[in-house]
């Protein structure tokens, strides 16, 4: 949850050191094609989706470069529907906008980082250019004929590096072994009676039209989302959990995903699991004949998750995915596998539908979350490839058949991840037709899009920081600020505070206090829970937000977050999971030296409720503990890279003195400078 006090302001001293810490302007000194750039020219870049226009003290640092780039995340910000200075933009799409433009940044991070990452990998060796394939096969030649006094010179050190990001990794040699095996046991023609189906390569027939009960949702199309991170731990609406239904017909289906979500359900909310599961056997699952491949839990509490929002889980789809692979020819099987996502799609579509359940979050599409299914223990991981090639190509016909539906593509490790960003690519430029999403962006040579190539690069560079505001935890269906004080207002009395106080963004810390005052007596109930407390209660939310996965996908070096959830924590610890090389230091609750990410968390953590920043007081005493030395580093990071603003409101008063703050530490910095340099 992101704090909104704007009373504060941080010690010039700390300023000052950190401006001599680092040269006059470093923002504004880029190399090569940044050099020029209009957005890396300043030292920010915010994307809004609550107002049009930028803000109004802008004009004051326009001439000094040190602004903030704006940027409206709606795409009618230029249409009808900016009417009146007082109109705003609808923020149900802007925010889906906002995740459209993150992805876009995402895809384009990736192939500039590590778009070689797959080509060794010998999960993706069928699905390579002839020139990719040539190209490894000389590289492989050269490296095994390799002298031993060879491999002792630095240079060799050097070489092995690049060739760990191409894959000739740790996990190279099991990969081999796994494929190598299981295209031994692969026959050339089909020997079972599965029909073989035309190539899931082959280019896709005409989107059917759309089947939901509304005839337009959103005038934005869907969109497949690539993302790096774990299936079970995403936001969404429904996701798919692979499994084999085929063996142990007496007991529920068996599958690394459902197991581990399983575990999970029983640590977080053991009366839920009982109510899911009360025998652990086929039998507490759906019968639907329709779905043959595909069931869900009878007892999902629909009704429960309507009333009380806030405890709302996604609904777990279980697919099956047990082929035996001496029966089917490679085609067969990745036919067989997209026959369970087309039905994962439908049944749950078909559910969320019939059960009146709107998409959570507000969001204006349900949002579906999709593995890689089959490439584990689904005995596939020879087919890797042509599993991700064949997903992209049925989710993209999928969410153009469908017009309420989003579809997550979640992968679990980077190569799988990057070889899935290639193939988009590669998908892009052949059929101009495919992820209409992209194309709310503007056109391709527009701002938009230069905007997220420029923010790409910045991060491809290490150059480019994140702040996270209350609105990425929104899409978790957390609360606003307002929201989140009004609903503990709500067990005392009928909320008026908001009122009370609107007007002023200071006025925030007055609710707080207000609020502080009366969780020291029983609510309507006769509890007596002091406001951290609650607090933390409805900000303990176990799933990161679509959008919080997406900006743990750039994998960046560091992240500011004043939210106390552990949603960027867990996003970003779900980033290569399957191989777990992502360490998170987090500051300064856990710091592990040498990881590679950090996270500052400013103003407490759910986990540790006395550190919660919220009221007058807290803020007070925030100023004179050691924490407020963290604050330089938020400093230092807007001084010496780009920072990109994300989740936060125009009127935040927090976000508002963080900016003026540096401005002037930098402004005056330079003024400085120029000044000792005249004769």
């Not at 010998?122 to 390579?128: D, E």
């Not at 899009?449 to 269906?477: H, M, N, Y």
């Amino acid at each position: 949850m992101s704090d909104p006090s704007n009373h504060r302001t941080f010690h010039s001293p700390s300023l000052r050191k950190f401006s001599s810490l680092v040269s006059p302007h470093p923002p504004l000194l880029r190399s090569s094609s940044l050099q020029k750039n209009r957005l890396v020219s300043n030292i920010a870049t915010t994307l809004s989706l609550d107002a049009w226009e930028q803000l109004s003290d802008e004009s004051k640092w326009r001439d000094s470069k040190l602004g903030i780039n704006f940027l409206c995340m709606h795409p009618d910000k230029e249409g009808s529907a900016k009417k009146t200075p007082q109109s705003k933009p609808d923020v149900g799409i802007a925010a889906r906008y906002q995740e459209i433009f993150l992805d876009l940044i995402v895809m384009k991070h990736s192939l500039l980082v590590t778009g070689s990452r797959f080509i060794l990998d010998p999960r993706f060796t069928s699905t390579l250019s002839p020139s990719d394939k040539t190209f490894k096969d000389h590289l492989m030649n050269f490296v095994t004929t390799m002298p031993e006094e060879a491999k002792e010179s630095p240079g060799w050190l050097e070489m092995e590096r690049n060739l760990r990001n191409m894959g000739l990794d740790d996990d190279y040699k099991e990969h081999t072994n796994t494929v190598k095996s299981l295209e031994k046991l692969r026959p050339n023609t089909s020997t079972s009676k599965v029909s073989s189906k035309k190539p899931a390569t082959e280019p896709l027939s005409p989107p059917k039209p759309p089947t939901s009960p509304q005839p337009t949702i959103t005038p934005t199309p869907g969109h497949v989302f690539i993302l790096n991170t774990s299936v079970c731990q995403l936001y969404v609406d429904a996701f798919l959990a692979p499994c084999d239904f085929q063996s142990h017909t007496y007991r529920l289906p068996a599958g690394t995903i459902h197991t581990a979500w399983r575990h999970e359900l029983i640590d977080r909310d053991p009366e839920l699991f009982n109510e899911l599961i009360p025998t652990k056997t086929r039998g507490d699952l759906v019968d639907d004949k329709q779905f043959r491949l595909v069931s869900y839990y009878k007892s999902w509490p629909f009704e429960r998750f309507k009333v009380k929002k806030l405890e709302a889980v996604p609904l777990i789809v279980l697919g099956h995915v047990g082929y035996h692979v001496g029966r089917l020819t490679g085609v067969e099987h990745v036919n067989m596998l997209m026959e369970t996502v087309e039905e994962f799609v439908g049944l749950s579509l078909k559910t969320l539908r019939s059960n009146d359940v709107k998409p959570m979050a507000n969001k204006k599409k349900y949002v579906l979350g999709l593995p890689v299914l089959g490439t584990g223990y689904g005995m596939a991981t020879d087919l890797t490839g042509e599993v991700l090639a064949s997903i992209l190509k049925l989710a993209s016909r999928l969410v153009e058949s469908n017009d309420d539906l989003d579809i997550c593509l979640c992968c679990a490790d980077e190569g799988t991840f990057c070889m899935a960003q290639s193939l988009r690519r590669k998908m892009i430029k052949e059929d101009v037709g495919v992820w209409r999403g992209f194309r709310v962006l503007g056109e391709v040579e527009g701002d938009r899009l230069r905007d997220a190539k420029d923010l790409a690069a910045l991060a491809a560079r290490k150059e480019l920081s994140i702040f996270i505001g209350a609105g990425v935890s929104i899409g978790a269906g957390g609360l606003s600020w307002y929201g989140l004080l009004e609903e503990i207002e709500k067990n005392f009395q009928t909320p008026s505070l908001q009122n009370k106080y609107k007007g002023n963004p200071s006025d925030t810390l007055l609710v707080a206090d207000s609020l502080d005052k009366m969780c020291a007596k029983p609510d309507k109930n006769n509890v007596t829970k002091d406001l951290k407390t609650r607090i933390a209660e409805l900000t303990n939310r176990p799933f990161p937000s679509l959008l919080m996965a997406l900006l743990a996908s750039l994998q960046p070096a560091g992240a500011i977050t004043q939210n106390y959830d552990h949603h960027a924590e867990i996003a970003l610890n779900n980033v290569n999971l399957r191989t777990r090389t992502n360490t998170v230091s987090i500051i300064p609750y856990r710091q592990i030296k040498g990881a590679s990410t950090w996270l500052l968390k400013m103003h407490g953590c759910v986990s540790s409720k006395s550190d919660i920043v919220i009221t007058k007081s807290d803020f007070e005493k925030f100023e004179e503990s050691r924490l407020k030395a963290l604050s330089g580093l938020v400093q230092g990071e807007l001084m010496t890279s780009h920072m990109l603003f994300v989740g936060f409101s125009m009127t935040d008063g927090n976000y508002l003195r963080i900016i003026r703050e540096v401005r002037e530490a930098l402004d005056n910095r330079k003024s400085n400078n120029s000044t000792s340099s005249t004769p």
